[in-house]
């Protein structure tokens, strides 16, 4: 007969990843999101509305932006608290 092994631990479960948010987003990635063109975006950047930090690495003329997502989600909520909604 054979023998089984005690385990000191709960096995692993794969998690659901499909109802995690992303921390940090592309530009790009704020139209399908949110419906946030590039336009509008840059926009919102420049004036602070929009957290963000551009990813270079050192010596390169261009790298990616990347918006801290719950800024924009903060923005969208505030207007819909000014739409009385």
Not at 20 to 30: D, T
């Amino acid at each position: 007969m054979k023998k089984h092994k005690q385990q000191t631990t709960a096995s692993v479960k794969a998690g659901d990843l499909t109802t995690k948010e992303p921390e940090f987003v592309r530009v790009p990635q704020l139209y399908p999101l949110a419906g946030i063109k590039r336009g509008l975006a840059y926009r919102k950047i420049a004036d602070g509305t929009f957290k963000s930090v551009l990813l270079r690495e050192a010596g390169n003329k261009s790298g990616i932006r990347l918006v801290y997502w719950p800024s924009v989600k903060a923005f969208l909520h505030g207007l819909m608290k000014d739409q009385g909604h």
